[in-house]
């Protein structure tokens, strides 16, 4: 083992390749449990990790917290420490019709509404997955019969001016924003892909992400969210699924 990094306090090599990236330290005990053999292995700030094994790989499970500057620092260490593939686990809100309450959404590129990403590249440069990990996603979500919409997502830097825009400063602009956003083909948004697809460019690793819609489009609140599905674990078993088939797919081509 090497030096012990300043955030996720992880130690160099502690994990394998593979990552799993949820924003809530809860929500890696949930992802773990799909894992063969599960440990907690340490849990810092909003950093919590748990390594297991998925067809005898190891894999692995970190928090990230809310939003681009932690999701950064994440990636950034979880990079010194052996890991190349990682992929955002986690939910989103539908700003289009196409996206309904449950579906799995698939992005395959992110407005950059934050500014994490842009201490990485120009702002000209594209946020966009692996392409990959993208089709490995999408043929998860079909294996297990789940609706899904494979498109751009919004990522904001500040949950309550999109929900609220109206009363802020600022809110104009805002507005016409998300509007120019949604006429363009936005279909979700959330608050991680852009900085995750950016860092990955820079350190040439593979990011992708799998969220699963907790609204129906321009409904925010916990109004309305009444469904037999659960729509966190949809999250996962997809994830899962998706990252049994980049294993695979991995070994078939080493």
Not at 106 to 116: S, T, Y
Not at 229 to 241: G, N, Q, S
Request: overall charge negative; glycine content about 8%; some cysteine.
């Amino acid at each position: 083992m090497g030096k012990k990094m300043m955030h996720i306090a992880l130690e160099e090599g502690s994990v394998g390749r593979y990552v799993f990236l949820p924003g809530s330290p809860e929500r890696t005990e949930k992802i773990a449990a799909y894992f063969d053999d599960p440990k907690e292995i340490a849990y810092n700030r909003e950093y919590r990790t748990f390594v297991g094994t998925l067809d005898g790989t190891p894999v692995a499970v970190t928090s990230t917290g809310i939003g681009g500057p932690s999701t950064a620092i994440a990636v950034e260490e979880l990079r010194q420490c052996g890991a190349d593939t990682m992929m955002r686990v986690g939910t989103c809100a539908s700003v289009s019709s196409k996206v309904c309450l449950g579906d799995v959404v698939i992005p395959n590129g992110a407005v950059k509404m934050e500014g994490v990403s842009s201490h990485y590249l120009p702002v000209e440069f594209p946020a966009v997955p692996d392409f990959e990990m993208v089709k490995a996603i999408e043929q998860a979500a079909r294996n297990l019969d789940y609706p899904y919409n494979v498109g751009v997502t919004i990522t904001k830097a500040s949950f309550y001016t999109q929900t609220e825009p109206e009363t802020k400063p600022a809110g104009p602009e805002l507005m016409y924003k998300w509007s120019a956003y949604e006429k363009g083909g936005a279909v979700s948004t959330s608050m991680e892909c852009a900085p995750l697809f950016t860092i990955g460019a820079c350190l040439g690793i593979r990011t992708a992400c799998v969220m699963a819609s907790a609204t129906n489009c321009r409904t925010y609140s916990d109004n309305g969210r009444k469904t037999d599905i659960d729509i966190e674990d949809r999250a996962i078993r997809t994830a899962i699924e998706a990252m049994r088939i980049i294993i695979a797919n991995d070994k078939e081509n080493v």
